[in-house]
């Protein structure tokens, strides 16, 4: 399936990926109101891990052919759709924060309800291709198809 | 001191409804003018510290910023002009030679923009490049005035070393140092995939770029910096650099913080030891030394690669011109006063030279009254803005042209004009690690090979209008220019008609 990979050598650590993730999933079409308009600003579900040296990369949900996650998710919240699209179901999700304790990357997080919040890779938004990769400045990001899956 | 204070000449405008605080502006900027300050919550800008080189404006994800140039003037004076006001007060300040990147910003005459072409009205019909062949393959390289050929029709005539292009668009030399490897790989891959040629410029060649030799012309300048069997016979020809269009008569420093491990070791001088090119060759001192050096060079590359000589275009550039063909050069590069720098005196860039239109129209047409055209090519950089340019230069007798300024346009360059700091926030002009990564060659390689093949259609298109299906039939064809608000001294030196005429 296509994810998102993330090159390190590109990313400048600009983070607008992650203004980008929050923008595209504020359910605002307009991005300066989705960030100046609300009480809290929108959450991304990306983030730019910023390390030593110059390196960043962007970390966000690898989308696991065998996610830990979903094993681990008490209330059946997280699901792999047929897509093999790793989602959450927030109505389901009681915030107990198992799945980010399982997760080897580290690419969850939690949004300003308590429930989780994770990449979907925009099939929930306006954004449908990912947001994240369309708007990297450098193609730091990008959206494709490789051989052999995660996990 | 209020003596040497000068006000920042720009003004960033940021439209607070609009900033979302993101801090792109902030982490983007080398120069380090943006800021965040988490009392108030806002976004803070030191203007004194901006170049203009819009980086942050283009990645603003609101459209928030725009920078301006400060409205804050010294009292009117025509003479007196403000630019030449504080250029006296840095002096004063710190006694130093003013130092600028890039081309002229002068407002000298564009004869370019004086120069109009033909196209074809019912009697010689226009071709349509979309349904008709259309060739723009020039080769570059010394050409015969006769063929011999055996009983057989069998050819008997050796053919000099050529270069052979799809299109008469070359990247002009810009050296690795002056421009990151990045911007290399992006020119390295972009003429490969153009089917033309990119120049090494006098900073050698980085081991990861050899494979793309074919499309590679390598330099060799008077500092002969990265100069070595292999790198000679890497490129598909050798160039001989006399000069550059925008500092004529003078060397080149690259300063040794620019010298890091991958630079010192394709230069081959130790690392952070600033690297000096000489103003002259100093075994050049005739047109007899030039030539011992271009057969140095040949007998170097078996005979197999063609010679091209570089020279700034000067008051006696005809003269200079004819002693090159006759020095055995395959091919005269001529750079015009407007062509780009990484670094240069600012009275020499502004002063010196003359502008290549002229340069061209005297060489070529030297090199024709003296019946030595066919020996050499020409080849003309310094400042080719379009396909017109192009073609006009084509008329006027160019086989090819040289792009640079454009070229790093397609990379990003917004000509701020402070390369020389090196701290290009495009990643072109720098040697900074983190600088340098925002410029992905598989972006600035696709941009430049976009660039070039645009520019191939409108010269077919041009072409096509004025009823020419061959690059070749357009060379040197000055019947299809006329002069816009040329006196008649210009039109004499052009070799063109005035417009109405």
Request: aromatic residues 6%; charged residues 25%.
């Amino acid at each position: 399936m296509k994810r998102v990979y993330v090159n390190e050598e590109w990313c400048l650590g600009c983070h607008l990926c992650e203004i980008q993730c929050a923008f595209a999933n504020s359910g605002e079409a307009d991005m300066v109101k989705a960030f100046n308009n609300s009480e809290q600003k929108p959450l991304a579900r990306i983030t730019v891990e910023d390390g030593e040296n110059d390196i960043h990369f962007a970390v966000s949900c690898r989308h696991c052919e065998t996610p830990y996650c979903v094993k681990g998710c008490i209330t059946g919240a997280l699901t792999v759709n047929e897509n093999g699209i790793v989602q959450i179901d927030d109505t389901r999700c009681v915030g107990c924060r198992t799945c980010i304790l399982m997760c080897p990357y580290g690419c969850l997080t939690v949004g300003h309800n308590k429930t989780l919040l994770k990449c979907e890779l925009c099939v929930e938004n306006l954004g449908g291709e990912p947001s994240c990769v369309r708007r990297c400045p450098n193609n730091a990001i990008v959206f494709e198809d490789r051989d052999g899956g995660l996990l | 001191m209020a003596i040497n204070f000068i006000h920042p000449e720009f003004e960033i405008i940021r439209e607070e409804k609009r900033c979302i605080k993101c801090r792109a502006c902030e982490r983007q900027c080398a120069n380090e003018v943006h800021s965040y300050d988490q009392e108030f919550d806002c976004m803070e800008s030191d203007e004194s510290k901006c170049v203009d080189c819009q980086r942050c404006v283009s990645l603003c994800p609101t459209r928030a910023l725009k920078i301006r140039k400060t409205d804050n003037r010294y009292r009117e004076n025509a003479n007196w002009q403000q630019q030449a006001m504080e250029e006296i007060f840095r002096q004063a300040d710190t006694g130093g030679v003013l130092l600028s990147s890039m081309g002229t910003p002068k407002d000298y005459p564009n004869y370019w923009d004086k120069i109009l072409i033909n196209a074809s009205q019912v009697t010689n019909p226009p071709i349509d490049p979309l349904r008709e062949p259309m060739e723009t393959k020039v080769f570059l390289g010394k050409k015969l005035n006769k063929l011999e050929f055996d009983e057989n029709g069998e050819l008997l005539s050796e053919i000099p070393p050529q270069i052979e292009l799809e299109m008469p668009i070359m990247f002009s030399a810009m050296s690795y140092g002056s421009i990151s490897e990045n911007a290399h790989k992006s020119l390295a891959r972009a003429a490969t995939e153009l089917g033309t040629c990119y120049n090494t410029g006098e900073g050698g060649l980085n081991q990861d770029l050899y494979k793309y030799g074919a499309n590679t012309i390598v330099q060799v300048a008077s500092g002969r910096f990265g100069v070595h069997k292999d790198y000679l016979n890497a490129g598909a020809a050798i160039e001989i650099k006399m000069g550059q269009g925008a500092k004529p008569g003078i060397g080149g420093h690259l300063p040794g913080r620019k010298i890091l491990e991958k630079v010192s070791r394709t230069r081959m001088i130790p690392v952070g030891v600033d690297a000096i090119s000489p103003a002259p060759h100093h075994d050049i001192y005739s047109i007899e030394d030039l030539r011992q050096l271009i057969f140095s060079l040949k007998e170097a590359t078996n005979y197999e690669k063609p010679v091209i000589v570089k020279i700034a275009a000067v008051h006696n550039v005809a003269a200079i011109a004819s002693g090159i063909a006759r020095s055995g050069a395959d091919i005269i590069a001529i750079d015009g006063f407007r062509g780009g720098t990484g670094a240069a005196p600012t009275r020499i860039r502004d002063n010196v030279g003359i502008p290549i239109e002229l340069a061209l129209a005297a060489v070529d047409q030297r090199l024709r009254d003296e019946k030595i055209r066919n020996d050499v090519s020409i080849v003309i950089g310094g400042s080719i803005r379009s396909s017109a340019d192009v073609v006009k230069a084509i008329a006027l007798g160019a086989d090819a042209v040289y792009i640079g300024t454009a070229a790093l346009l397609a990379l990003g360059c917004h000509l701020c004009r402070t390369c020389h700091t090196g701290k290009c926030n495009w990643g072109i002009a720098t040697q900074r690690e983190d600088l340098v990564k925002r410029l992905n060659p598989d972006i600035g390689a696709k941009r430049l090979a976009n660039l070039v093949s645009a520019w191939n259609h409108e010269i077919m298109e041009m072409m096509g209008g004025m009823g020419i299906n061959s690059i070749e039939a357009l060379k040197g064809n000055r019947l299809m220019l006329r002069g816009i608000g040329m006196s008649a001294k210009e039109l004499e030196i052009f070799g063109i008609s005035h417009a109405g005429e």
